[in-house]
T-cell receptor, first 115, second 114 residues
Framework: AQSVTQLDSQVPVFEEAPVELRCNYSSSVSVYLFWYVQYPNQGLQLLLKYLSGSTLVKGINGFEAEFNKSQTSFHLRKPSVHISDTAEYFCAVSDLAGSARQLTFGSGTQLTVLP | DTGVSQNPRHKITKRGQNVTFRCDPISEHNRLYWYRQTLGQGPEFLTYFQNEAQLEKSRLLSDRFSAERPKGSFSTLEIQRTEQGDSAMYLC????????????FGPGTRLTVT
């Protein structure tokens, strides 16, 4: 079984400042890692994913994340945020052992960008 | 590609009533997933289909929950004898195939049980 911990439930940040949203996971098998964003009253949109290869992954809207296997972390970063980045962000894992490919999500981090 | 659609977007029902939600996946996707999201939490996996076959249903929350995907196209999720604790957002996602890890989510159906 896997679990995902998002260490901050809310992150306020001023516009144009950098931001890091933290994610740690626990799993007895290898996993793939994902970050999704959810805007109010909308479904989840994939920001980026780590499947293999370079541990630094770039996604949409200027976001990137770094996979750290030894620390079992997959933190999301953006060097300069915009008001439009205000949303809920979810970290998720999918284990490689099973065939279901279902996602296990963290509880989410609400990012609020302040003017 | 019109994306994953879900209907209705909102449903208010009285305790004890049955409700049914519909999900239309992206047309060429043969995998379909259902998740439930309660307030302040991330989505929780419920069940999934490969074409018309339901391959995992042990995570459905109780025997009041059932899902179908006739003909491997759209899917329905039914909750019988609804309870207030069933109030949540029900999300559907689809993916291209069994080999694909990328899931595309619909906008969800928000259920309120009064």
């Amino acid at each position: 079984a896997q679990s995902v911990t998002q260490l901050d439930s809310q992150v306020p940040v001023f516009e144009e400042a950098p931001v890091e949203l933290r994610c740690n996971y626990s799993s007895s098998v290898s996993v793939y890692l994902f970050w999704y964003v959810q805007y109010p009253n909308q479904g989840l949109q994939l920001l980026l994913k780590y499947l293999s290869g370079s541990t630094l992954v770039k996604g949409i809207n200027g976001f990137e994340a770094e996979f750290n296997k030894s620390q079992t972390s997959f933190h999301l970063r953006k060097p300069s945020v915009h008001i439009s980045d205000t949303a809920e962000y979810f970290c998720a894992v999918s284990d490689l052992a099973g065939s279901a490919r279902q996602l296990t999500f963290g509880s989410g981090t609400q990012l609020t960008v302040l003017p | 590609d019109t994306g994953v659609s879900q209907n209705p977007r909102h449903k208010i029902t009285k305790r004890g009533q049955n409700v049914t939600f519909r999900c239309d996946p992206i047309s060429e996707h043969n995998r379909l997933y259902w998740y439930r999201q309660t307030l302040g939490q991330g989505p929780e996996f419920l069940t999934y289909f490969q074409n018309e076959a339901q391959l995992e249903k042990s995570r459905l929350l109780s025997d009041r929950f059932s899902a179908e995907r006739p003909k491997g196209s759209f899917s329905t999720l039914e909750i019988q004898r609804t309870e207030q604790g069933d109030s949540a957002m029900y999300l559907c996602a689809s993916s291209l195939s069994a080999a694909s890890y990328e899931q595309y989510f619909g906008p969800g159906t928000r259920l309120t049980v009064t």
